[in-house]
């Protein structure tokens, strides 16, 4: 009897995570509508506004950049862009290296707000660790822009951020270009996915989005784990068992469509198409090499670090600027890293 | 006559059930795989099964290490750690350092040995539960493959990439050009576990630590060497894996290992081996690697949708480890 009700209990618990896994996966979908997005455009300096922005700081004020870290390549190239194009402008910037840890974020923050600061650019990786601090740094006066990320909106920063939906779209709207231009606009296409993070969810539903806008005819075959190169190239070779015809393969990252990469070239294929988002290294080399990686998607970071002090010189100008703005992405590809050279 | 065979029928009962317990899963994976059959075009193909084969490996491999720890009643968390460390060790020395196969290999494996022999120094000499230790050893080994790689891929030079010597790992085939390298090398791996743990008389001494330590230190048992080789057999089996892991991906990553540490050691419970230590079947543990393999490669093939996958492969995993319960069971 015991063991009886040992076996209902398991079964029990295994309905009830069921149950509750099913709930959550409905909460996604339920999700609040973005914020209205303002773009680029809307942070396009005036003589003007520059001129005031540099009287506002006058000799002693600056604008204090605090990095997450410089330790990756999306981080670091986005705190020297801000840093070189506010020089290039004539504005006082100073750095910060967070070294993503949470004290010294913190520190950084309050030296800045004591030592003069009158805008803080600031990427964020742990928002209600830092939250206080930046509350602390409003009351003081001084302005907030947060960087890769939207969490400030309630303090009044203005946040820069790559979205989601515009990476995978772009990715999706390449493939669709293609096929429509290479294959007559029919292809059986994976689409290589990471439902764990719900940004990542977003980017797959964007590429499915584009596709089917753009390239009505291509069949989405399915959406395979992806993410990682291991789980992109396991599920390539899954998925090629049941669809042999896959011919074009776009991923919400690039390390899950190296990975199918390696499995398609496994199986003899030379004539697939594949896009990635993210612009590794490898992604790049690979397209300059004409190989069957046609494309990927740059989050764009020195864009970002130049939009930043757009929005500081606008803050201290006190012009109007909508609080959050997409970074517009940029696709990379055979042509336009021709063009680049 | 009536009660004698009333206690037959009881005694047969009873095999059953523990026959059930001990098979438990494999009875889950056969019906998974007729239902695969039955339902799915592509399942029971050679091209299939030796893909699920392959790519089963990777848990295989490193399984058979973590089943002897648990052997002896300790666990190592460490061995994802040891497959991404050991990765990056063989990809950075071939590809960054200009060393041959064989050098970066032996390279990646003494790493993933003495990963091993830290773990068995620390568990034995300073007396701190394996899990703990291994938690902690495997936190600083991921530190270090990210120092090695500063988060970046390492891959080679297309069409000069040091890392096409030992692709032949992963995707050549053997035997009449019909069995992939690593499919091989699974089964090789498994067969000298199973004479190792059989026929030797370290075999026998895991059994023993893993039974009763007492009784084996007292029986003259040099319990603690037994417990450090067998660290030092987990880590290096794990290093192996890494190595195999590079020619699969052909690229070497700090996290590369990371997605592994929960099958490895699903395969080493589901395929029966006691927490506690002292009873196991390797082989058990072969089947339920591929068993396991085989959940996610059914799922793709019947087209489940991906966010539907982790509710079936939880319910399919509660399920087959539940019957282990019958083990307990009295009839």
């Known amino acids: 009897m015991k063991h009886l009700k040992l076996l209902v209990s398991i079964v029990l618990i295994a309905l009830l995570s069921t149950a509750s896994m099913v709930a959550m996966a409905q909460d996604d979908g339920e999700e609040e509508e973005p914020p209205e997005l303002g773009t680029a455009e809307d942070l396009e300096v005036t003589e003007e506004e520059l001129e005031a922005a540099l009287e506002a700081l006058g000799e002693d004020g600056f604008i204090g950049v605090v990095a997450c870290t410089y330790s990756t390549e999306y981080h670091s190239t986005v705190a020297e862009s801000a840093e070189a194009y506010a020089t290039e402008k004539g504005l006082n910037v100073r750095t910060f290296d967070s070294e993503i840890n949470v004290e010294t974020q913190i520190s950084g923050i309050e030296n800045f707000v004591s030592d003069g600061a009158q805008v803080i650019v600031v990427c964020l990786f742990d928002p209600p660790s830092v939250q206080s601090a930046l509350e602390e740094a409003a009351e003081a006066g001084v302005m907030i822009v947060q960087y890769a990320g939207r969490d400030m909106a309630d303090l009044g920063g203005v946040t820069i951020s790559v979205e989601d939906a515009d990476m995978g779209y772009a990715a999706g709207q390449y493939a669709a270009e293609l096929i429509n231009e290479e294959l007559d606009g029919e292809a059986q296409v994976a689409i290589l996915d990471y439902p764990d993070i719900a940004n990542v969810v977003i980017r797959a539903d964007a590429i499915r989005a584009a596709i089917e806008e753009i390239a009505p005819d291509a069949e989405i075959v399915g959406n395979y784990l992806g993410g990682t190169a291991d789980n992109g190239l396991t599920s390539m070779e899954t998925a090629l068992i049941e669809h042999p015809d896959i011919n074009v393969v776009v991923s919400i990252n690039d390390a899950g469509a190296l990975g199918a990469l390696q499995a398609l070239e496994n199986a003899g294929r030379d004539d697939v198409i594949i896009v990635g988002i993210d612009a590794e290294q490898q992604a790049i080399d690979l397209i300059e090499e004409d190989t069957m990686y046609k494309g990927t998607v740059d989050t764009a970071p020195a864009r970002t670090g130049e939009m930043t002090i757009d929005a500081a010189v606008k803050l201290l100008a006190q012009a109007e600027i909508p609080q959050n703005i997409a970074v517009p992405v940029n696709l990379i590809t055979a042509e336009t890293l021709a063009d680049e050279e | ?331």
């Open chain 2, 1 to 331: 006559m009536t009660g004698l065979s009333t206690t037959m029928s009881g005694s047969g009962q009873r095999r059953v059930m523990h026959s059930l317990a001990e098979y438990g899963f494999v009875v889950m994976f056969f019906l998974w795989a007729v239902y695969l059959t039955l339902a799915t075009d592509n399942f029971a193909t050679t091209n299939n099964i030796f893909t699920i084969l392959r790519q089963a490996a990777i848990i295989g491999i490193t399984a058979i290490g973590a089943h002897f720890v648990i052997l002896m009643g300790d666990m190592d968390l460490s061995a994802a750690a040891v497959i991404s460390l050991s990765g990056v060790v063989m990809g950075e020395a071939m590809v960054n350092q200009g060393f041959a196969p064989i050098p970066a290999a032996l390279a990646a494996l003494v790493v993933g040995a003495l990963v091993g022999l830290v773990n068995g120094l620390i568990v034995t000499k300073l007396r701190i539960n394996a899990i703990i230790t291994t938690l902690g050893t495997s936190s600083i080994l991921s530190g270090i493959a990210f120092t090695i790689t500063q988060g970046k891929t390492i891959y080679g030079e297309r069409g000069n990439d040091p890392i096409d010597k030992i692709e032949f790992l992963s995707r050549n085939r053997v035997l009449w050009d019909w069995v992939p390298v690593p499919v091989i090398i699974l089964f090789a791996c498994y067969i000298i576990a199973f004479i190792v743990l059989r026929y030797t008389a370290y075999g026998a001494r895991v059994y023993a630590v893993g039974n009763n330590e007492r009784a084996a230190w007292l029986s003259g048992i040099k319990v603690d060497r037994v417990r450090i080789a067998t660290f030092v057999v987990a880590g290096a089996l794990a290093g192996f894996a890494g190595i195999m892991q590079v020619a699969r991906q052909g690229t070497a990553t700090a996290g590369m290992g990371a997605d592994f540490l929960f099958p490895i050691l699903t395969a080493v419970v589901l395929g029966g081996a006691s927490l506690r230590g002292g009873r196991g079947k390797v082989f058990s543990t072969l089947v339920a690697a591929i068993f396991l393999t085989s959940i996610n490669n059914g799922m793709v093939l019947l087209g489940i949708d991906i966010y539907t996958q982790n509710i079936v492969s939880g319910v399919i995993l509660v399920v087959a480890l539940s019957m282990d319960r019958l083990r307990t069971l009295r009839l």
